[in-house]
């Protein structure tokens, strides 16, 4: 006998509806406990318009077929020692930031997406998590795969989940997650999925894969091609969940208005990472960070917003800061790094002529003025065998966890200090935002498992920076310090057939 | 405003991560030399609150900033202090504590004439 066959909407709906029953023997309440405590009012679940229909079945078959084709290319790279042609060894180190600050969030975001999805009475939703969890945790493994090439040849890539635990500033993208996991599944979708996935992912994601493709890495560019429709899935998902929201009572605004303006801000300054790399750590530049935040926020998130407003969403609070700081973030984020490579899990170095002309260009308001003359007081001290390293320990914010190395709006020569005092103790901030943050939940921050303090308090490893730096296995002495004098020069010199960069002068 | 969260007694089972017990007998103590952002950020001690402010200067400050061009012209004696966000001037023979200093207190400073490499603040 023939079967009919189904046409795709047809089994869509037959694969992704009337999976789920109402419970009688236990109240729906307790069978799903966390959807209701954050204040969010849905009235009709079935209003969730399925951002991308696509079934279970199917999602294997694309999935399945993208990773064939990355592994050929890793195994060509492999075989081909793609490593040899990547534009300076300098480069490797955006690897080792990715791999110990983002790759572990990917990981976070499955967990994450898994949970909201179990705790998501709608069906809609809780197919969409539940693919973009399984998305994550290939994200993950691929990312790690793809890297792992380079771990047979550079140093400060074979611990990095270690690393992402204990490391001090590998702190402010696990805290970033963490606190996302640790609210409710509403906080976490406009968090993580709208906040993150939609407005903030091209600053996050297009500098690193173009960085690869400027810099001869196709592996990382490979894997990128194989996370993108992923990645135009998730961003589709993002702004489904903030319209429904929207759409659902409108109760909600304020809320989702308070986790917008809250996670833009969190999002903004994890990116400070991906700002320092982009000005500083790519030997081929793509663009620069102030131009690709004119890019990806001003002008996308500029339009945006604009679509958003018919449902009462504002632009989110301190974007102009954010704006103001993009002149700034990467210079004050790379001369911590400059000054603590000490304890850093990859390789630093001072911007020679050719990149601090390239700098000044690029930002003419203010480079010149405040930040080329610390290096080249930085280059001098070198010269004179006087090499800087902050031995303190840098005060932390106690929200997003980063050195407190951020300066006032409007005065770049001035330090921003804010403080709140709460339940008798006193709290720093780096900014208004981050301050904000903490007032509206103190309770929460309030644990925040700050490096610095938890060092104080004997907890990680001993009191001395090698105690410190052998808790997070940390390989002194090949993992740290200089790009210049690293084994990772060495060897790539070797290739190379160059002299040390000293020698050569 | 009360938490929002899914245990009514949330409040109750924080963990305050940095409380003053933790510390072994120490506060924290952060300090910043304004005008001078080649440190990156304040700096954070644990210090004895019965430490006197006179050796906070000389045991503490000065060596952690020593390798600033400017660490040598600094005369102590001209220094602008702010604890807390107050302008004071502290008494160099009494402790941190009998100088109003608590848990997490901020020590900023200002080296008047002296405001970073080439004037930049740097």
């Known amino acids: 006998m023939a079967v009919k066959k189904m046409g795709l909407k047809q089994k869509y709906a037959h694969l992704t509806r009337g999976l789920d029953w109402e419970t009688s023997y236990q109240k729906m309440d307790d069978v799903f406990p966390y959807d209701q405590f954050e204040g969010i009012k849905i009235t009709d679940w079935s209003k969730w318009e399925d951002p991308f229909r696509l079934t279970m079945d199917a999602y294997w078959k694309f999935q399945a077929e993208k990773e064939r084709k990355l592994y050929a290319v890793i195994d060509a790279f492999a075989q081909n020692n793609g490593q040899l042609n990547v534009s300076d060894a300098r480069y490797i180190n955006v690897l080792k930031l990715f791999l110990t600050g983002v790759s572990p969030l990917e990981y976070q975001a499955h967990r994450g997406f898994a949970f909201t999805g179990r705790h998501m009475r709608g069906v809609g939703p809780r197919i969409a998590a539940q693919m973009q969890s399984l998305d994550e945790l290939r994200h993950f493994q691929t990312q790690a795969h793809t890297i792992s090439h380079y771990n047979k040849f550079f140093d400060g890539i074979a611990e990095f989940q270690h690393m992402h635990d204990r490391v001090w500033y590998l702190s402010v993208p696990k805290s970033f997650f963490d606190d996302a996991r640790a609210a409710g599944p509403f906080e976490f979708m406009i968090a993580i999925g709208f906040a993150f996935e939609y407005v903030l992912t091209n600053l996050l994601f297009v500098p690193f894969m173009s960085g690869a493709a400027y810099n001869g890495d196709m592996s990382t560019v490979t894997f990128g091609f194989s996370a993108q429709s992923d990645e135009s899935r998730h961003m589709t998902l993002g702004i489904e969940v903030i319209k429904f929201l929207l759409e659902q009572h409108p109760d909600n605004l304020p809320i989702v208005q308070k986790w917008v303006d809250k996670w833009f801000w969190r999002g903004f300054k994890v990116l400070g990472l991906v700002a320092m790399m982009m000005d500083y750590m790519l030997p081929k530049k793509v663009m620069s960070w102030k131009e690709a935040w004119e890019i990806y926020f001003t002008e996308a998130g500029g339009s945006l917003f604009t679509d958003l407003e018919r449902y009462g969403l504002k632009v989110p609070k301190y974007a102009d800061v954010a704006t103001e700081m993009a002149e700034h973030i990467s210079h004050q984020n790379w001369a911590v790094f400059y000054q603590y490579t000490h304890a850093a899990a990859f390789h630093t170095w001072t911007p020679d002529k050719e990149h601090l002309d390239w700098l000044s260009e690029k930002y003419p308001n203010t480079f010149d003025k405040y930040y080329r003359p610390r290096w080249e007081m930085w280059a001098k001290m070198d010269e004179e065998g006087k090499r800087f390293y902050n031995m303190a320990l840098p005060q932390l914010c106690q929200t997003c966890q980063i050195p407190m190395a951020y300066t006032e709006p409007g005065d770049p020569t001035q330090i921003a200090f804010r403080c709140t005092e709460w339940n008798g103790e006193m709290y720093h901030f780096c900014s208004d935002g981050c301050k904000d943050i903490f007032d509206d939940e103190p309770e929460k921050y309030a644990q925040s498992w700050l490096p610095v303090h938890q060092i104080f308090q004997g907890n990680c490893g001993g009191p001395t920076v090698p105690d410190v730096l052998n808790w997070y296995r940390l390989n002194v002495g090949a993992d740290n310090m200089d790009y210049v004098g690293s084994p990772d020069e060495q060897v790539w010199n070797s290739w190379k057939g160059k002299a040390p960069a000293e020698a050569a002068e | ?122």
Not at chain 2, 102 to 109: A, D, N
């Open chain 2, 1 to 122: 405003m009360p938490v929002i969260a899914l245990d009514k007694d949330y409040a109750k089972k924080v963990e305050f991560r940095d409380n003053v017990n933790n510390f072994h007998g120490n506060q924290l103590t952060y300090v910043h030399w304004e005008e001078h952002n080649m440190f990156c950020s304040a700096i954070a001690f644990p210090l004895p609150p019965a430490m006197p402010f006179g050796a906070l200067v000389s045991e503490v400050i000065a060596p952690h900033y020593a390798a600033h061009p400017d660490a040598a012209k600094i005369d102590w004696s001209k220094v602008e202090w702010m604890i807390d966000g107050k302008k004071v001037t502290p008494d160099f023979d009494k402790s941190l504590a009998e100088n109003g200093m608590k848990h997490k207190s901020l020590v900023r400073f200002w080296t008047p004439g002296l405001n970073g490499y080439k004037g930049t603040y740097s």
